[in-house]
């Protein structure tokens, strides 16, 4: 044992309590002294062991530094890795100080034995202070602070390792109460440690200190008393152990794992962002605090969540040369105090906003596609209540902050994306749905639902199949079948609703595909077609009507072709005929043969007006009509030719049947009608029903009757139990000389002929049929006018008068065969053909005329222009005026002219002195 200042007993005090290995060697190498400690580094018992008898690691590391010690008598240090026998590979501080008489002293320490080295280095210092052992140099470069304090809490030592922590020199700390660097609400706890030094007790324990910068640190303690040779108490021993950084560590863990958490579990950005400020409170003072958040395209800032002291101006801005649009700018974390802030002004890097602090410390809010931001907090009160190490702090976790805040952002976009979306489809006025492959609807909107016509929730798992009929299927399975082959399709089909009401209805279908290319289900798009399916039929019936008037247009132009020449020649025929008859005695055999003559003539002027009226080229001579006795004539026609099986039946359920009417086309209307009615019973009878009733047709009621008026109407029901007419066919029975009976029987022009009347009188047909039931017509007709029926009277003026009479046609049989009739009845009769050379006679002697007879339709001047050359030399002229047939004649510049007459040809010589003699007598026809 070596001898010198220290004691044996202190010596043996000290390195018996130190938990750490030391050697003294000699200038041999050989071991002199060792405690304890040293049977890791060799077997039991190092004492007199040379260095040779050590491990080759071990050797090869303390021999240069034993040579080297105790030649230069200056202390040697080294750390590395050396195995030890017994705690095999560690990290070991070698420190070698030389002592008298060549020796030298080798202590080992492991750094690796965290708190227990340390506490054994602290002891060690603790005893190599009080006694001033040249073991201070070990003890002075100790991590670890080592404390020695007296019986009055005093500091009378502390190592270098203290006064860093401190911040301060060692000078200023001794004479120190201990006390001075605790928390005061800290002082009870140091109190009770004290108390269990004082019964001989070591004691362990964290604290937190309060360094003379203000700065707090944390601390592992270990402490143990001290005693002077009396057993008295003199103090005690410290060592402590800076674990601020590791308790920052974990406190920094902690934090962001609350962040993570808070990501996942908060509502919104401004609860995520509270949660980081209280988290981050806990290290660092965030009494002011906020987080800027920066819009490129506007380039405003706006702040989701701030708390501050002093500022509340907090509102959407822009913020040029701001503290904070230079963090953002320069992508830099900034700790600025007052002096670093005035600086920044004067070299025009920034300008202030709102309250000044002494401090303010920001960092960038960074992450893989930029800087989101700025999140900042600063102190109103204390200049230096930031370090570098907040700085770091705050640098090192924003850009957590950043992510959480980056992730918090897409969310609630992706919320409101998703929210904006879910109102959009429910708010859709189509409907939409998702189902899966069997079909099974899994989501569906409630316009889907109002289409479907069932409640809230009513079509989840249905299918679409469960609403159509069977007729439907195939289309239904056609359409699952492309699904199936990842097609897309467009399709229209019909559902029957709970209530029984049907719907067409448009599918937009698109399949559903999973990540690996399987079909999975169907998304479509559903639209109520059926209001659209409606109208496209009634634009068919609308279009089959049009064809129909095209057809009768086109029939009308061709027989208005035949009927004007055909016309002139039955005048012809006619007027010889009756001026034959007129000639001949009455009792001439040749007579019978003249009036069967005539009655052909009659049939084919019957005929003429037949196709005219079916191309509605002739309008109707109207009178007030009761139907009722129209009625009554049909049927008492027909009855003698309906065999017995077939009943008639008239039923009148109006109080007054008038409309203004043409009589015998009403009568042609209902004998075709009757007659029709009979051949569809022929074989087994039935009932042959008319019925005359009274409607009021309403606007509401004109999409089905869309040529009519609103107004009051009579109805003409025709009805029969005949065999009735197949549906493919009803639409085609007003067409001209379509007919179902075999050639030779009809000529297929009676039902276009009815058609062509009525709608010349303003009305309307209808036909209702169904095979094997029978069919009925109903005919429309406006109500006439009690007013109009009242002042409507009778003419029956007498034929009489003579003159000069000027007779124009470009036809040359009508004008000869109409000179005669005019001579026969005492009329003298100027003829010409020509339009201009009649003008031209007129003309030269205008008084020597009492009338004016001309054809309408002729070359050169019509017989309208002349008329109204005649009318300009001679204003009162009476005027006749003749037409085989023209469908563009001038109703009103006729009526202007006030012609007297217009007969249609054929006439015969009765109806022409008729209407010469009452143009002679002022009178206008009807």
């Known amino acids: 044992m070596p001898q010198g200042k220290i004691p044996d007993n202190i010596f043996n005090l000290i390195t018996g ?40 690691e071990v050797q090869e590391v303390w021999e240069p530094l034993l040579r080297k010690c105790l030649d230069t008598k200056v202390e040697q240090l080294r750390e590395g890795w050396i195995t030890s026998r017994l705690r095999g590979r560690c990290f070991w501080s070698i420190a070698c100080v030389p002592l008298e008489d060549n020796l030298v002293v080798l202590t080992v320490i492991d750094r690796t034995a965290g708190e227990r080295t340390q506490e054994a280095l602290a002891e060690a210092q603790h ?59 800290k002082h009870g706890e140091l109190q009770r440690h004290r108390e269990s030094l004082l019964t001989g007790q070591n004691t362990v324990h964290d604290m937190e200190i309060r360094t003379l910068s203000g700065e707090k640190r944390r601390l592992h303690v270990w402490t143990s008393p001290r005693f002077d040779s009396q057993g008295e108490w003199i103090g005690s021993f410290t060592l402590a152990q800076d674990t601020t950084e590791e308790h920052r560590a974990l406190e920094i863990q902690a934090m962001l794992l609350s962040i993570s958490e808070a990501t996942s579990l908060s509502d919104s950005l401004e609860e995520l962002i509270q949660i980081i400020h209280h988290s981050l409170g806990s290290l660092i003072d965030a009494t002011n605090f906020f987080v800027a958040l920066y819009d490129p395209e506007s380039e405003i800032y706006t702040f989701p969540y701030y708390i501050d002291e002093r500022d509340q101006e907090f509102e959407p801005q822009r913020m040029p040369r701001s503290l904070t649009e230079y963090v953002r700018k320069t992508g830099q974390a900034v700790l600025a105090d007052e002096a670093k802030q005035a600086e920044m002004y004067e070299e025009g890097l920034i300008d202030f906003y709102g309250p000044t602090s002494p401090v303010w410390l920001g960092v960038p809010l960074r992450t893989a596609r930029g800087i989101l931001g700025v999140v900042a907090v600063q102190d109103y009160y204390k200049e230096y209540a930031y370090t570098e190490a907040d700085l770091r702090l705050l640098s090192f976790v924003s850009g957590y902050i950043a992510l959480a805040i980056e992730r918090k952002r897409a969310e609630e976009i992706l919320r409101e994306s998703e929210e904006k979306y879910r109102k959009l489809v429910n708010e859709m006025a189509e409907g939409m749905s998702i189902a899966n492959a069997q079909g099974v609807f899994e989501y569906v909107n409630p316009a889907l639902e109002e289409i479907f016509g069932v409640e809230p929730g009513g079509l989840y798992g249905r299918r679409i199949l469960d609403f159509v009929t069977p007729d439907q299927y195939s289309i239904y399975e056609t359409q699952i079948s492309m699904r199936r082959q990842r097609m897309s399709s467009a399709y229209e089909m019909q559902i029957t609703r709970p209530d029984g009401n049907k719907r067409d209805i448009l599918v937009s279908a698109t399949p559903r595909l999973s990540a690996n290319g399987r079909y999975i289900g169907t998304a479509s798009l559903v639209q109520n077609i059926t209001e659209r399916k409606a109208a496209e039929r009634e634009q068919e019936r609308l279009r089959m009507q049009m064809l129909q008037a095209q057809k009768m247009e086109s029939l009308g132009r061709l027989a208005g072709g035949i009927a004007h020449d055909f016309n002139n020649i039955l005048l012809a025929v006619l007027g010889n005929i009756e001026l034959s008859r007129v000639e001949l005695p009455k009792d001439s055999p040749i007579q019978r043969n003249l009036d069967e003559v005539v009655m052909a003539v009659g049939r084919a002027k019957e005929l003429v007006q037949q196709v005219l009226t079916l191309s509605r080229q002739r309008e109707p001579r109207r009178q007030p009509v009761e139907l009722h006795k129209v009625i009554n004539e049909v049927l008492r026609l027909i009855r003698a030719g309906m065999p017995s099986t077939v009943e008639i039946r008239h039923i009148n359920l109006t109080s007054s049947d008038v409309v203004m009417a043409d009589p015998a086309q009403l009568h042609q209307v209902l004998m075709n009608l009757c007659t029709n009615a009979n051949q569809a019973m022929e074989d087994r009878g039935g009932l042959l029903e008319v019925v005359l009733s009274e409607t009021e047709l309403r606007r509401g009621q004109l999409l089905e009757y869309p040529n009519q008026k609103p107004g009051p109407y009579l109805v003409m029901s025709v009805s029969d139990t005949g065999c009735g007419i197949p549906a493919e ?27 062509g009347i009525i709608t010349n009188h303003a009305g309307a047909i209808v036909v209702e049929s169904e095979v094997g039931q029978g069919t009925t017509f109903r005919l429309f007709l406006p109500k006439a006018d009690q007013q109009i029926i009242a002042e409507t009277k009778q003419n029956d003026d007498v034929v009489t008068g003579s003159g000069k009479v000027l007779f124009v046609d470009d036809d040359d049989a009508p004008l000869r065969v109409g000179q005669r009739m005019l001579r026969h009845m005492g009329f003298e009769t100027v003829a010409t053909g020509s339009s201009e050379e009649a003008l031209r006679i007129f003309t030269d002697s205008p008084y020597d005329f009492s009338a004016i007879i001309t054809d309408l339709t002729m070359p050169g001047i019509t017989g309208l222009e002349l008329i109204e050359a005649a009318r300009a030399i001679r204003p009162e002229i009476p005027c006749v005026l003749c037409t085989g047939f023209d469908p563009h004649v001038d109703v009103d510049r006729a009526n202007n002219l006030h012609i007297s007459e217009l007969i249609a040809k054929p006439y015969g010589m009765s109806e022409l002195g008729s209407a010469l003699r009452r143009a002679l007598a002022g009178k206008k026809s009807s």
């Not at 991590?143 to 200023?172: D, H, K, W, Y």
């Open 729 to 755: 066919i009803v639409s085609k029975i007003f067409e001209p000389f379509f007919t179902t009976k075999k050639i030779g029987i009809g000529t297929g022009l009676g039902l276009a002929v009815v058609q």
């Open 17 to 56: 309590r130190i938990p750490v290995p030391i050697y003294i060697f000699n200038s041999e190498f050989e071991v002199v002294y060792c405690n304890d400690e040293t049977s890791r580094f060799g077997t039991s018992g190092d004492l007199g062991r040379n260095l040779k008898d050590f491990s080759l």
């Open 127 to 185: 005893q190599l202070s009080e006694n001033e052992w040249r073991f201070h140099t070990m003890i002075e470069e100790m991590s670890e602070c080592v404390i020695l304090t007296n019986a009055q809490s005093e500091i009378i030592f502390a190592n270098q390792a203290t006064e860093r922590l401190a911040g301060c020199p060692r000078g200023e700390l001794l004479g120190r109460q201990i006390y001075e660097l605790i928390p005061e609400d």
